[in-house]
């Protein structure tokens, strides 16, 4: 099992932007995908974006395309999700996640562990 731990979060005016961090423990952490999820209250989670190990693939939400970027480094055991332009509704809680699979995936059942998550507030 990995360990993962979400930073980086917190209060932003709308318009401005957040760098979240997730630090994984373990010595496999470039053989996987990894993911940023989100869940605000009384909605379901939903797919953000997802990194293939290696970094050289990733997708997105529509929602977030062209505002929000994923990225890894592997030395460091560490993924990343730039998030510019932030909106209200981009409020809630962020999660990253570690695949099962060594490739990218949109889809939450292929994701094995995940961190407690992180706040993002953004204000109006």
């Known amino acids: 099992q990995v360990q993962l731990v979400e930073s980086g979060g917190g209060l932003v005016q709308a318009g401005g932007s957040l760098r979240l961090s997730c630090a994984a423990s373990?010595?496999?952490?470039?053989?996987?995908?990894m993911g940023w999820f989100r869940q605000a209250p009384g909605k379901e989670r939903e797919f953000l974006a997802t990194?293939?190990?290696?970094?050289?693939?990733?997708a997105y939400a529509d929602l977030v395309k062209g505002r929000f970027t994923i990225s890894r480094d592997n030395a460091k055991n560490t993924v990343y999700l730039q998030m510019n332009s932030l909106k209200p509704e981009d409020t809630a809680v962020y999660y990253c996640?570690?695949?099962?699979?060594?490739?990218?995936?949109?889809?939450?059942?292929?994701?094995?562990?995940w961190g407690q998550g992180t706040q993002v507030t953004v204000s109006s």
């Open positions: 990194i293939s190990p290696s970094g050289s693939a990733t």
């Open positions: 373990g010595r496999t952490f470039s053989s996987y995908g």
């Open positions: 996640a570690r695949s099962s699979l060594g490739s990218t995936t949109i889809r939450d059942y292929n994701y094995a562990d």
